[in-house]
């Protein structure tokens, strides 16, 4: 576990192995959730990076008439 200082500003700078390991870039944007009294941080993954995600997907599922478009 990996203990940061909040600085006056209330800045907190990410450590280098955390970033590597996620892969955080300069400038990338993080979305900030609150929740159960914790700070989750989640990199956004931008549009063009999702281009084939779920490619392979099985889509034959049964689903509920009101989830059907």
């Known amino acids: 576990m990996c203990e940061v200082v909040v600085s006056s500003k209330y800045q907190i700078v990410i450590p280098a192995d ?3 390991t996620l892969g ?3 400038g990338q ?3 900030l959730v609150v929740e159960n009294g914790s700070i ?3 990199p956004t993954i931008p549009l063009k990076e ?3 995600y779920l490619r392979g997907m099985d ?3 049964e689903r509920d008439e009101e989830e059907r478009f």
Do not use: A, D, F, Y
């Open 40 to 42: 989750k941080l989640i």
């Open 59 to 61: 889509t034959r599922i």
């Open 18 to 20: 955390v970033r590597k």
């Open 24 to 26: 955080i870039k300069k």
């Open 29 to 31: 944007r993080l979305q």
């Open 50 to 52: 999702m281009r084939g």
